[in-house]
């Protein structure tokens, strides 16, 4: 019944936003109606009434997030995207991907059991204020502060093995290799910098993400799967010829996590981008000068160069994206120059703004970016003369509002931006 509810979402699910914000002549009754209101963001609105199966009594519901499932058998009751799946179980509303189960659900179809795994095998005094916790059946390490708290480090640790399961599943890399990763309360220090949230070495099997308390834990875990986007695609194909290809493909193995928090997708920023006349040519995003210092100041360099590799994984498939990765040589991958797949691409992008209008205004939405955008250099560059030391109230309404035009909250986003701008210089 899963399985096959999963097949059907993906196939009719518009994505984790509706594209037309249309009032439903339909409701949510009873045990999908509770599931509706634990987790909004992802369900959306309904789309039809939920319907019956004569041969079992289970039920289905469409809605503009994915379906929602009921299994009558076991008093089962589910929503998934396609992707996830959010079961009503003994702790509440979790999550878990689809091809997983919980220890305490029913296995009709034979699914592993999620793992998580949150606490370290053991602890060791690094010196200069700094722990490593070892997790050695995960291959992983984490290098921390004593800014950073144990309630983060187990967010973080259980952030990583849900982001490897994603992004190894996006990338198709059979077999991980050991890391270490350092959780960093300073953003200004090397090697991150101001306005960068996380950085990889993949040479050095080495990760950094910042845990200063910004962000939500979903906008952490969507960092943690960029980064580990880097990690997981240097190993399948080594370095990448150039930022672009290189964020490009850690957009897409993170995308995901995107969309399972209602934010922005990767499609849709480029689709608004093209309408408000805003992309990049991508020639300019190939060069070694191409500003990727971190989404907060970057973000339209790094969502264009991720759609453009997500359309070139989607439509081509990601064995051809292999042979152009290492080398950015796509006449020997696709038969075509750069020029030629960038017309492709920006075709692309130009039907789907004639078939699926997207659900926010594009202008109003990159008024609210560049406003975002100049606030943070103005903070950045505040900061830079006061040796890094962030203006604390500052930062954190602008990290409010950025996650609040993202979800398209206007007055949130407002009101967190006046705070912003109110701080002196």
Known sequence: MLVAAIVLAASLAPGPAARVQAAPACSFQLGFASMAAAIPQHVGQCVENESHAAANGDALQRTSGGLLVWRKADNWTAFTD?????????????????TQRFAWEADPDGLPVVSVITAPAGVVVLGGGLERADYPTLGLRVVYPAAVTAASLAEFVTNWQAADVVVRARLVVATPAPMTVELRADGAAAPLGLGVRGFSAPGQGRMYQLYDGSGDPGDRADITAHELGHMRMYLRDGEGANAMLREGVAMYASEPF????????????????????????????????????????????????????????????????????????????????????????????????????????????????????????????????????????????????????????????????????????
């Not at 992707?83 to 999550?95: K, R």
Request: proline letters at 4%.
């Open 82 to 98: 396609g992707y996830h799946t959010w079961v009503a179980g003994p702790d509440g509303v979790q999550e878990r991907l689809n």
């Open 258 to 425: 995107l969309q399972r928090d209602g934010l922005v997708t990767l499609h849709d920023f480029a689709q608004a981008a093209y309408q408000e006349h805003r992309l990049v040519p991508l020639a300019t995003l190939s060069t070694p000068d191409a500003a990727f210092d971190g989404r907060l100041l970057d973000r339209l360099d790094y969502d264009l160069a991720g759609s453009f590799v997500a359309y070139l994984i989607e439509h081509y498939g990601l064995a051809a994206f292999d042979r152009a990765y290492p080398a950015a040589d796509y006449a020997a991958a696709y038969g075509k120059s750069l020029g030629q797949l960038e017309q492709e691409w920006i075709a692309f992008l130009a039907d789907r703004t004639k078939g699926q209008p997207l659900a926010f205004d594009p202008m109003t939405y990159f008024a609210a970016l560049d406003r975002l955008h100049r606030d943070y250099v103005r903070l950045f560059a505040l900061a830079a003369q006061h040796d890094g030391h962030l203006d604390g109230p500052a930062y954190r309404a602008l990290d409010a509002a950025r996650l609040a035009v993202d979800r398209h909250d206007a007055a949130a986003a407002q009101r967190q931006l006046q705070l912003a701008e109110a701080a002196p210089d």
